[in-house]
């Protein structure tokens, strides 16, 4: 029996864990007890909410997050060397994808561990289902330069990309700051490129809606504090 | 009570669809009698899988594929215009991803019908996850040109991308031409140019391994007619 790193995704929103984890994904997390995760107290609620059943306390976890050394990364994999599987949690959605997983994933490689992803929520992926845009063609940027003149210099080159490679263009920005960045969009691009904003998904508040820049400057959605995903096609 | 149009992921690869679409995904499916199809056998028989109780003689189906007419596309959308929801189901993976389906997700939008994305597998997020490489900037590109010459300037230019960005380059290949693919890119791109390859995802032949360029030069795998999604880091 060889041992993986298994990828766990979790919530985006405050839907039940059940209701947007497949099975699988579901049964794979009964049988570890080491996992890497961003933080130690939302994974425990997590493994919870999924069912886990075996003693919270027995849990290994090893702390991924920003201020995580390179030096600590090879030992998380140990477990994984010596025949044990381990897991990978995001924080929300899908590991890997807009967090720190990858720097685990990629020693994982190096030192032959298999690596199975499992099937869960990811916004960025369900926005650009939902945008009605190019899904044959798409990228993803992260987060824009927070700078006003920068912000809207960034917006004018993805605009153009959308345009020039006929490619969805997808990035977020903090919570908080989302009105000031719907701002600039509506400031920055022509009136007819064509913007989704996809807001709160799988939640009771999901919000997506695809118009045009001049349509959406007649009247900007309040998405403050609300977990959004912006998506461009020119 | 209004109508949406959910789009629904499909198993993408000969896994039990219990087993990688969640409760929330096989729920919503019950409730509908109405479904926007690439395939109208391969859809009947998902929607047996998925557990579908309800007659599958009554269910009226549109086919959206390559064949279908702008002008027939609007019709789709007439039921949940009057009220009834539908769905809009992918032939593998996840709707408008590398699939027809962004097209009547753009009618949704102007005729102002909500659209619900539901959560299932996706084998180049699953990909993107597994590969260990960045996961805050990526791009999707679908598939290359097929001239050889023209695949090798591509791959060259979108090399450059992943180094310039610092941004994961995901792409595919019709299956049957994977091997070719393969010996395209070793031969066109830079030894220390990082390759993963996820092949079968989701399936027990599942293959994911990333290394150097000059490391697969000295054993390229197999992946003759296995679905695979190649991703490039520089």
Chains 1, 2 share one sequence.
Request: hydrophobic share 40%; proline share 4%.
């Amino acid at each position: 029996m060889s041992a993986f790193l298994y990828l766990i995704p979790s919530t985006i929103g405050d839907y039940e864990v059940k209701d947007v984890l497949p099975r699988k994904t579901l049964d794979v997390i009964q049988d570890l007890d080491e996992f890497i995760v961003e933080n130690i107290r939302t994974s425990r609620r997590f493994l919870i909410k999924a069912g886990y059943t075996k003693s919270i306390d027995n849990i290994k976890f090893n702390l991924l997050d920003k201020h995580t050394s390179e030096s600590e990364l090879p030992g998380f994999l140990d477990s994984a060397k010596s025949g044990k599987s381990i897991g990978l949690i995001s924080e929300a959605g899908c590991p890997c994808v807009a967090d720190p997983g990858a720097r685990v994933v990629a020693l994982a490689h190096q030192a032959g561990i298999k690596v199975k992803p499992l099937t869960g929520p990811s916004s960025i992926l369900l926005a650009l289902m939902a945008s009605g845009f190019n899904g044959q063609s798409f990228a993803f940027h992260g987060y824009l330069p927070i700078d006003t003149k920068q912000q809207q210099k960034r917006l004018k080159e993805i605009e153009k990309q959308a345009r020039l490679n006929d490619q969805t263009q997808i990035f977020m920005e903090a919570p908080y700051r989302n009105n000031k960045m719907l701002r600039n969009i509506v400031m920055s691009l022509s009136e007819a490129t064509m913007l989704c904003i996809a807001s709160e998904i799988t939640t009771d508040g999901e919000f997506i809606e695809t118009k045009s820049i001049g349509l959406w400057k007649k009247n900007l959605p309040d998405c403050n504090k609300k977990n959004t995903v912006f998506l461009i096609f020119a």
